[in-house]
Structure formats: C-alpha cells, structure tokens
C-alpha cells in the first residue's frame, strides 16, 4: 500500500508546525478508510472472520511476519484519533 504512509506523514508535519489545513485534509481523506481498518482488525479480534471484504487486516494475524511489524500497523488505530 503505496500511499498510506503519506497521511501519517503529514499529520506529523502538521503537529510539528502547527497547521490546521494539513490535518484537517487527511482527516477527509483517511478519516473512513482508517475507521474501516479499526472496524475490521476488531470483528477479527473478536469474531475470527473478517468485516471488510477487502481483507485490510489479514496480514495482522499472518504468524509469518514479525510481531514488532505487525505492532507498527497500531498507528491505524491513533491516527484517527490526532486528526479529529
């Protein structure tokens, strides 16, 4: 996934020179996307199956990659939370 680092990227660019645009435009942009991967990661979580039909969270229960990997893709669940 190609793009997705770019609104974590400039989150943390707003934060750090304090610009409401930036933010404010990621959060139109990823704000949903983002919702649908907590929603996902979560039904999986508790239920075994997927949500989504687009299998955005497979990968998180995949005993082949790292945990420390996997552990990285939780900002899924914070950047939600800085944009609003």
């Known amino acids: 996934e190609p793009g997705r680092p770019l ?7 707003a934060l750090w020179t304090e610009n409401r645009l930036l933010p404010s435009m990621m959060a139109l942009g990823v704000l949903l996307p983002e919702l649908g991967w907590i929603i996902d990661l979560t ?3 508790l239920l075994g199956q997927e949500a989504i039909p687009f299998d955005g969270t497979r ?15 939780l900002y899924h669940i914070v950047l939600p939370i800085i944009l609003v």
């Open 7 to 13: 609104p974590l990227m400039a989150t943390c660019i």
């Open 59 to 73: 990968y998180m229960f995949d005993p082949g990659i790292p945990l420390w990997i996997r552990g990285l893709s």
């Open 43 to 45: 039904v999986r979580l």
